[in-house]
Each structure stands twice: as C-alpha cells, then as structure tokens.
C-alpha cells in the first residue's frame, strides 16, 4: 500500500485532496505546524521520519500582491521548499506531485498556453512558482507538475468569496475585464490527482510523468465571472447589496495592484485530457457547484 504524504491540508486543494486520496493509500496529512515550508532544512528530516511513496505538494505562498514585498519568503515557500521536497524524492524513488500556476506566463500569447510556449513570470509570486517547477526538474525526481488557474473552493479564500462579500457590503463594483482565464474548482483538480496517481500506482508508467494544464474548459474574465456570481446569488436567492447594472468592466489597468496579472491566463488542457482519458468540465458547472456548497446549505 502507498503511504501518501499531504502539506498544506488546510488550502483550498490540501483540503480536498485529503478526501479524494483516502482510498489511495495510507495518507499522512501535513498541516503548516507539522512540515513548515518556510524552512526547507527541516523538510527532509519529515519525510525521512515518514517515508512516503508519494508527496503531493498543494502548500504554497499564495498571497499574490503580498508578495511583491515578501519575495524572500515566497521563494522559500514555493520553490526552495519544493527543491528540497524534490531531491529527497530523487534519493528516496518516491513521486512528488506539484501544483504551478497560469502566472508563470506573461500572458500577451492571443490563444491557450500550451505546456512547452515560454514562460515569463511578471509578478514575485509567478517567477517564485516558476523556479519551484525549475527546481523539480532539475532534481531527476519522479514527478508531476500540475498547472492550474483561478482556484475556487468551498474551504479556504478565493475570489468569489471576496466578490460576493464586496457585493453584499457595496452598491457599486468595478471588476477587471481585460484578464481571461478559467475558474477552476480545487475538487475537480483534486480528483484528478486521485486519477492520475491512481494510474502511476497501477502502471509505473514514467511516459505519465511531466508539466501538464488543469484548468475548467471555457474562459471568461474576472468581470464575466462576477456576472456569473451575481446570476447564481439570484437563482439560489442570496440577497446582495450590488445590483448587476452596477457592476462595471474596467480595464487592469484602472485596478492598480501590486503585482502585475496577466491578460491572458488560458491554459490549453489537451496534453491531460489526452494523455489520461479526461475530459475537463466547463467552468460554469465548478462555480455553481461550489456556489452552492457554500450559500445553499
Ligand atoms: N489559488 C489559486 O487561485 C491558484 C493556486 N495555484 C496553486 O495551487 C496550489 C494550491 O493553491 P490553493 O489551495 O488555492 O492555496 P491556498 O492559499 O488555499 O492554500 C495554501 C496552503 O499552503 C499553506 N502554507 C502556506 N505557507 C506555508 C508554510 N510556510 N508552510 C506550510 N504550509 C504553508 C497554507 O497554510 P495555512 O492554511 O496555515 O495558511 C495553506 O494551507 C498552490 O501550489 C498554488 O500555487 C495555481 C493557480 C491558481
Ligand atoms: C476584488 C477585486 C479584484 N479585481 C481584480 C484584481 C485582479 O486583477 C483580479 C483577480 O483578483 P485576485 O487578487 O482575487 O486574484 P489573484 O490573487 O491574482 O488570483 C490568482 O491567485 C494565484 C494564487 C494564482 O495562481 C492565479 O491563478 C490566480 O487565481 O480581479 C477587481 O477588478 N475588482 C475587485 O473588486
Ligand atoms: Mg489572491
């Protein structure tokens, strides 16, 4: 039986992840207490004391506009911490499945990312995550890197907790338009976690390992995504403060932030859904989903 080695269990995937692993094997789930990322020298000692097959690494340093003035610990959380998870996986022939980002991209490609167009991280946060997946592939370790986008969950922060918080307090909205990418749900990114390891468990089969896209199909920006959120809050009668005319589209570039996003965050999933038989549902169906894990209980 595997013995399954979870971090971060309290995020929105470590949260999920440890409900679509149980059945995969023994899981020894980590929280932030029990495996500190900020401190890559301890993160060996761990995995030496628990010995699991496979690693799967959700935690990260997730604070993107934070961490434009914390660049010391995002690197050490995402990809220090990683490095060091990967080269004990390298010395131990376990497998270390890692989750990146859409913001390793600089996002002015016109069409879908595929898993091998050039990265060009723009924030502290993007290059931070870039250099966790640089690290683990330098490592030699067996591995899987799943890039993913726009995470939506029932458990933990996202924005559309932040959007429908903003909607019940305000009367007006401006929501950026000129970003597109794909909400995805953290259960969907879960499962096939589950399906994938369920796979390298069944075959060894290393043609499996490598980057791949995980994202919802379909796209939308941040602005159609909060109409989205404003159609759901009415069909399961969420009362809100906002109206929908009040919601305005605005470019990214009236929304100063700290770090800069990209414009084009689409990620092409054909590798995954090819490689592992899978289909990638729309993205509509993850947030209605979650929407009503969350307010129609
Ligand atoms: N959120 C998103 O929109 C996206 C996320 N991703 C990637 O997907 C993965 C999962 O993201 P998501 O679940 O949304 O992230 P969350 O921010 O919800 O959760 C991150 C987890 O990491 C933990 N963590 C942070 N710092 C440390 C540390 N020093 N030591 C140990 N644990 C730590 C947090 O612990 P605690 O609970 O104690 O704070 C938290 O449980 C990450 O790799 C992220 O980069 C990729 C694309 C989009
Ligand atoms: C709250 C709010 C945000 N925005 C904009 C700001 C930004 O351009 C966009 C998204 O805002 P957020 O800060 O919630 O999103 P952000 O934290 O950048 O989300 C990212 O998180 C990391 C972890 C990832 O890996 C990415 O895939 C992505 O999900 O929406 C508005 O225009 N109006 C608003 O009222
Ligand atoms: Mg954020």
Known sequence: MSRILITGINGQLGFELRRSLAMLGECICLDRQQLDLSRPAGIAAVLDQTQPDIIVNPAAYTAVDKAESEAQ????????????????????????????????????????????????PQSVYGLSKWQGEQAILTSGADHIILRTSWVVGAHGGNFLKTIIR????????????????????????ADISAHIIKQWQTSQDKTLLGTYHLTSSGSTSWHGYTEFLLALAERYGVALQLKPENLHAIPGSAYPTPAKRPGNSRLNCSKIEGNFGLIMPAWQSGVEQVFQQIFNS
């Open 73 to 120: 610990l995002a690197h050490t959380v995402n990809a220090a911490a990683p490095a060091a998870m990967a080269d004990w996986a390298a010395a131990n022939n376990a497998l270390l499945l890692h989750y990146s980002t859409d913001y390793v991209f600089d996002g002015d490609k016109a069409s879908p990312y595929a898993e091998d167009d050039a990265t060009n």
């Open 166 to 189: 903003l909607a019940r307090e305000r009367d007006s909205l401006n929501v950026v338009a000129d970003q597109i990418g794909a909400p995805t749900p953290a259960a969907l990114i």
